[in-house]
């Protein structure tokens, strides 16, 4: 299917529509009326570019997931002032996108048309940590442990300032 100007404007405005819904309710309120509602295009729209909620949520995934690569491939130095300046980012200021891109983590460990996207994110998250850290299993400790600060961000809120994120990371980088 080709898709006009107009009609990938439709498109690229469903997934961020996903995005809001899946923050606001969770995956269970993602249909195609309550996306196309929230985009404010026609029901017929959502259907017409995604056959089935599969598609949408796949579609979805990849763009949250392209946001976090984003955030993380435009971390310069790898210093703790910048790791957690990004991830204050993340949880503050592309909120949406990292509570929808968790969502549907937790998707696909049931769902496999998902996983594909879904790896995306823990190789970037494991390959920038990777190129700054010389052991290839301590950097796979602390991505797993950055993930886990991510996760208990977006939950708690803490910690919650740029200051608090460094202190939790200097103490990832001791342990």
Known sequence: MAI??????RRTALLEAVVRVLEREGPTGVTHRAVAAEAGVPLAAATYYFANLDDLLVSALTLATQQQVALIAGL?????????????DVTHGNRAAA???Y???FLAMRRDSLRPAADL???TLEDAVNQRVSDPR?????ALAIDGLLLRMLWTGEPSTQESIEASLRDILRA
């Open 121 to 123: 994110w823990y190789r």
């Open 103 to 105: 969502e549907l983590l």
């Open 99 to 101: 509570i929808a891109q």
């Open 138 to 142: 301590a950097a796979r400790v602390i």
């Open 4 to 9: 006009t100007r107009k009609g990938e404007v």
């Open 76 to 88: 310069g130095a790898w210093d703790i002032p910048g790791v957690a300046r990004l991830l204050f």
